[in-house]
Nanobody, 121 residues
Framework: QVQLVESGGGLVQAGGSLRLSCVAS????????MGWYRQAPGKQRDLVAT???????NYADSVKGRFTISRDNAKNTVYLQMSSLRPEDTAVYYC???????????????WGQGTLVTVSS
């Protein structure tokens, strides 16, 4: 069984930093794109940042210049370094990945369970 597990959320003051991690585990043949999304209370889930298998990145305008997405393909891990955090960044952050399962080569899109980031003013 393949799954994504996030870590690194927590409470931070405005202006502070946090780093989120997401590990893909299980029988994985190849991971294509990976990304982070977030959902604030009462709002829809929105894209934060994505990264392709060759390292091409894309960011939401609201986080450009403050957040950095990266990945370690050898560890099947994607990171989100968040700096200059604002109260409006408060949300549950979800990891997303598209991957091929080893053996069956079935393509699956997975979501993690989410990790809460709270930014106090």
């Amino acid at each position: 069984q393949v799954q994504l597990v996030e870590s690194g959320g927590g409470l931070v003051q405005a202006g502070g930093s946090l780093r989120l991690s997401c590990v893909a585990s299980g029988s994985i043949f190849k991971i294509n794109g990976m990304g982070w999304y977030r959902q604030a209370p009462g709002k829809q889930r929105d894209l934060v940042a994505t990264i392709t298998s060759d390292g091409t990145t894309n960011y939401a305008d609201s986080v450009k210049g403050r957040f950095t997405i990266s990945r370690d393909n050898a560890k099947n891990t994607v990171y989100l370094q968040m700096s200059s955090l604002r109260p409006e960044d408060t949300a549950v952050y979800y990891c997303n990945a598209g991957l091929f399962v080893a053996g069956s080569f079935t393509y699956r899109e997975l979501w993690g369970q989410g990790t809460l980031v709270t930014v106090s003013s």
